[in-house]
């Protein structure tokens, strides 16, 4: 690989650990700061997605789209979606423990595929979603891909602002306290319920951006795009593996986690096609193996939380 | 439709569907209420249970002399998970167990699918035709399916009511700090329960596999109907499981006359956002954790 070539395939991965940076930073409202247990990332995702590039998308016979909105409409578009998706199952599920959740996420999840799938007047089916496009798309490759990556690291610097400020108010302070206590902090007279809500909600939200940021970027979007369990698990390492509760630790772990992931699929991609399809399996035993081994060597991440005035870690 | 066009078409094979369900939910349930944790390699847990079987079909044994083992060996499996993955998370917020459950889930099915390959198989080849029972068609593996549902429910029914381990452990399920106050050794009753546990995962799925196909997935995709029938039927209550999850199972089965058949896969959900929504509790009063 020449220089040229690594540069390009470096710009290509920033910009994907910056959507994935999103996501994770999406998941650390709902469980770093709050607790609570999202099983169904991809959904979110997947409902950003395609919310976005139907608003966008250039017309095309045979299913709904072709309004060729503006982009930041459709990216709004895609954070309300994912939240009007998230407000009803947070409202019937955050009452219980959050086992019950993570049980009702991972049946959305499950839910918004089988949409995507069968739907196609809505979503094309399983051709997907094609002619979305891309901001300053029409730039040579390399400028456009840095363009982009500047886009999508503005978001991701924005976003980190905004829930850093959040937390570090007196709002944060309240939510690790719901976490930490919840009959303490409803004994203070914080509504538990409401909050748990909130951060649910804008979790959520900020997890559809993240898929619209990633059609446009791809300019295209089928249901293979989007495999619900491993990309769900994969945000979730990255997230306990960088340090839950640690925004910038997300951020991390979202770089550290993808780097190796897409190494390792180079890796079983130059295998033996008989052995191919079971390197490919082994990588997913072998993240799977990874969280269970953070958890019990190192469950406070690589930058553990910082709790203002409290003693490090235990 | 006539009648037994109802009956044969829809009616049966939802409540064979159900008992499927109702096992794996019974295991469910049991984690649920004794060791209080949702418990998501459950799924994996029955596909590597039933490909376990089909290995042991391969090697010339006739499926249903393959249970017996598989059952067995996905015991020893859940008692070694539970040791090297769930035990030492005891002392910390209970969801982190689930999170690690959510890992073992992986973990199992990448070994299925790097074992086994990720191409549909089945237990015997060939069609079996339906015998005529008044009317009603049934395949001995569907009959034997029932049978031995009935047969595990009664059993564990039994042993929990009346043995001094099952009496332990729905003293576990009631008050763990009570019932250690009280002699009962929770490590030994979790060991059992995991024991149990894996024996009914290996169960639900073989039943899965020899009335349908076997699938490296197969075992994810009906998580979410087992735990919809645990929770429809009520957390730690085994008859609730059990009738939460025929409900389910029919339910599935019915629901192509209001959705299409693309949604069977969502009545679950429907049906688990439901109960949550206006009895939480569960049908037979369980535990809401």
Redesign the interface.
């Known amino acids: 690989m020449d220089l040229l070539g690594l540069a390009n395939y470096a710009v290509f991965m920033a910009i994907l650990i910056g959507i994935y940076a999103l996501l994770a930073l999406g998941l650390n409202i709902q469980w770093g700061f709050t607790g609570l247990f999202n099983a169904g990332i991809a959904g979110f995702f997947a409902v950003g997605a395609y919310a976005s590039a139907i608003l966008t998308s250039l017309p095309a016979s045979g299913r709904l789209g072709g309004y060729e909105l503006p982009l930041v409409v459709g990216w709004l578009a895609a954070m309300a979606a994912a939240a009007l998706i998230a407000w009803p199952i947070g409202k019937i599920c955050l009452r219980f423990r959050s086992d019950y959740l993570a049980i009702a996420t991972i049946g959305v999840a499950e839910i918004i595929r089988l949409v995507i799938r069968t739907e196609g007047w809505l979503t094309g089916g399983v051709r997907g979603v094609t002619g979305i496009p891309r901001p300053f798309g029409d730039l040579d490759y390399m400028p456009s891909q840095i363009a982009y990556l500047a886009i999508v690291a503005t978001l991701v610097l924005v976003a980190y602002l905004l829930v850093e400020r959040q937390v570090k108010s007196p709002w944060g302070r309240m939510m690790r306290a719901i976490r930490d206590n919840e009959l303490a902090a409803a004994a203070m007279g914080k509504q538990v319920e409401a909050r748990r809500l909130q951060a649910f909600v804008f979790g959520s939200a900020l997890m559809g951006l993240a898929g619209a940021l990633f059609v446009h970027f791809n300019r295209s979007v089928t249901p293979e795009a989007i495999d619900p369990m491993i990309a769900t698990f994969l945000i979730w390492i990255m997230l306990i593996l960088g340090g839950s509760g640690n925004n910038r630790g997300a951020i991390l772990g979202a770089a550290v986690i993808w780097i190796i992931w897409s190494v390792s699929e180079l890796l079983t991609d130059r295998l033996p096609t008989e052995v191919a399809v079971q390197a490919k399996y082994a990588r997913v035993f072998i993240i799977g193996l990874t969280l269970q081994l953070v958890l019990r060597f190192r469950p406070e991440g690589i930058l553990p939380e910082r709790q203002p005035g409290a003693p490090p870690h235990r | 439709m006539s009648f037994l066009e109802f009956l044969n078409f829809h009616l049966v094979p939802g409540i064979v569907l159900g008992s499927v369900y109702a096992v794996g939910a019974i295991g469910i349930t049991l984690v ?1 209420g004794i060791l209080r ?2 418990h ?1 390699a459950h799924g994996d847990m029955a596909t590597l249970g039933a490909f376990i079987a089909l290995a042991l079909v391969t090697a010339g044994l006739t499926p249903w002399a393959a249970l017996p083992v598989a059952m067995a060996a996905v015991a020893v499996v859940a008692i070694v998970v539970d040791k ?2 769930y035990d ?2 005891k002392a ?5 167990t ?3 459950s ?6 199992l ?3 299925v ?2 074992v086994f ?2 191409d549909p198989r089945t237990y015997a080849t060939g069609i079996v035709r339906p015998d005529d029972y008044f009317g009603i068609l049934l395949r001995d593996r569907e009959l034997y399916t029932l049978a031995a549902v009935v047969l595990i429910v009664v059993g564990l029914t039994l042993f929990l009511r009346h043995s001094r381990w099952g009496k332990a452990m729905r003293a576990m399920s009631d008050n763990p700090d009570l019932a250690r106050l009280s002699g009962v050794d929770n490590r030994k009753v979790t060991m059992l329960t995991w024991a149990i546990v894996g024996a009914l995962c290996a169960a639900s799925g073989f039943m899965l596999g020899i009335n349908n196909e076997l699938q490296s997935m197969m075992g ?1 995709q009906v ?2 109907p087992m ?1 919809a029938a645990a ?1 429809l039927g009520g957390v730690g209550r085994v008859e609730g499981a059990v009738l939460g999850g025929l409900i389910v199972g029919v339910a599935e089965e019915m629901s192509i006359f209001i959705l ?1 058949a ?2 069977k ?2 009545t ?2 429907v049906l ?2 439901l109960i ?2 206006v009895r ?1 509790r569960g049908l037979l009063n369980g535990k ?2």
Do not use: N
């Open positions: 649920f944790f949702a998501f090297l993955f030492y998370l910390r917020p209970k969801i982190m689930v999170m690690a959510l890992g073992v889930a992986l973990m099915r990448a070994v699918q790097v390959g990720v994810w998580l979410l735990f929770i299409p693309q949604y896969a969502a679950a959900f688990l956002l949550l929504l939480p809401v954790l």
